[in-house]
Nanobody, 125 residues
Framework: QVQLVESGGGLVQAGGSLRLSCAAS????????MGWFRQAPGKEREFVAT????????YYQGSVKGRFTISRDNAKSTAYLQMNSLKPEDTAVYYC??????????????????WGQGTQVTVSS
């Protein structure tokens, strides 16, 4: 079992930045592939980014590539999502997720085993 708690969401103007954190507890954090997803009102949950167990490989959804950066600190059992150049269309609840599957580019929500409660990100125009 892994428990995930997100933090760092909030209200920001377009063009601004936020850094989300995902603190993990429970089993060995470093053995899990981590991902970030988001869900806007009335829309399905969509993939944002994922990072492998060591942090050496990342994979992004096209619309955030170049603006968002996923990272992890295994010593702190924490994953991060640095979001720059935010746009109103980035407004959503952001979730972190963990999976024991070790593979690059895991982007399907069904492939993740554990989820946090979500943190709201609102980007005003």
């Amino acid at each position: 079992q892994v428990q995930l708690v997100e933090s760092g969401g909030g209200l920001v103007q377009a063009g601004g930045s936020l850094r989300l954190s995902c603190a993990a507890s429970g089993r060995t954090f470093s053995s899990y592939t981590m991902g970030w997803f988001r869900q806007a009102p009335g829309k399905e949950r969509e993939f944002v980014a994922t990072i492998n167990t060591s942090g050496s490989r990342t994979y992004y959804q096209g619309s955030v590539k170049g603006r968002f950066t996923i990272s992890r600190d295994n010593a702190k059992s924490t994953a991060y999502l640095q979001m720059n150049s935010l746009k109103p269309e980035d407004t959503a609840v952001y979730y972190c997720a963990a999976t024991s599957t070790v593979r690059i580019g895991i982007s399907g929500p069904d492939e993740y085993d554990y989820w946090g409660q979500g943190t709201q990100v609102t980007v005003s125009s």
